[in-house]
């Protein structure tokens, strides 16, 4: 049974990420002239965490979606914690 929208649930909150890349982006706006390079880094900084929350939350739900299938035999705090911290080789 897919996950439908607005019932998929998130292993991190993108909304600190969200409001840093808008403080980036509305910095670098207010810019005239020469553009500082540490404020096109920071947007850019700022647009890669903000993905990377989006592909972990994308595949932590593409899990649970699997695991509520029983395509995935495990549990739900098992995958979870080994998304936050991967186990060593």
Do not use: C, W
Request: proline share 6%; no cysteine; glycine share 6%.
């Amino acid at each position: 049974m897919p996950i439908q929208e607005g019932e998929s649930k998130a292993l991190f909150s993108t909304k600190s990420a969200e409001k840093t890349l808008k403080q980036a982006e509305n910095s670098l706006a207010a810019n005239t002239g020469t553009v500082p390079t540490r404020k096109i880094s920071a947007v850019a900084n700022a647009k890669k965490e903000l993905e990377n929350l989006n592909n972990v939350n994308s595949t932590y739900n593409k899990l649970m979606e699997g695991i509520k299938g029983g395509v995935i035999t495990t549990t739900a705090t098992t995958v979870r914690d080994q998304m936050v911290s991967p186990p060593k080789p």
